[in-house]
Nanobody
Framework: QVQLVESGGGLVQAGGSLRLSCAAS????????MGWFRQAPEKEREFLVA????????YYANSVKGRFTISRDAAKNTVYLQMNSLKPEDTAVYYC?????????????????WGQGTQVTVSS
C-alpha cells in the first residue's frame, strides 16, 4: 500500500524558511512524478512544483519559482520542499502527491497518491 507522509510544517515569521519532507513507501517510485500542492482556506488546491523521480527534472509554478526548491533522497525514498522567503500568503496546508506516470502534471487529478497534509502558517 502506497503511503505518503508529510512532515515539517509549522509556524514561521515572514521572511523565514521551512523544509517539508514527504516520506514515500509501498512501492518503487522510479517512473513516477512527485508533486507538491497547497490549499488555503476557501481556496482551490494549488500546484506548486513537480519532479520526475527518475532524473530529478522539475517544473515550478511561477508563484514559488526562485523561493521554493524540490529535491529527493532516493536512498530514503523521501522528497523535500525547501521554502525560503516565506510570505503570509504562503499560509496553507501543504500536500505531497505522486503520479505513476512521468510528465508535467499541474492538475491535482493527475496524481493518485496523496499525503495527509501538513499545516504551514506564516505570520506577518
Amino acid at each position: 500500500q502506497v503511503q505518503l507522509v508529510e512532515s515539517g510544517g509549522g509556524l514561521v515569521q515572514a521572511g523565514g524558511s521551512l523544509r517539508l519532507s514527504c516520506a514515500a513507501s509501498g512501492r518503487t517510485f522510479r517512473g513516477h512524478t512527485m508533486g507538491w500542492f497547497r490549499q488555503a482556506p476557501e481556496k482551490e488546491r494549488e500546484f506548486l512544483v513537480a519532479m520526475w523521480w527518475s532524473n530529478g527534472s522539475t517544473y515550478y509554478a511561477n508563484s514559488v519559482k526562485g523561493r521554493f526548491t524540490i529535491s529527493r533522497d532516493a536512498a530514503k525514498n523521501t522528497v523535500y520542499l525547501q521554502m525560503n522567503s516565506l510570505k503570509p500568503e504562503d499560509t496553507a496546508v501543504y500536500y505531497c502527491a505522486a503520479s505513476p506516470r512521468q510528465g508535467v502534471f499541474l492538475a491535482s487529478y493527475e496524481y493518485i497518491y496523496w499525503g495527509q497534509g501538513t499545516q504551514v502558517t506564516v505570520s506577518s
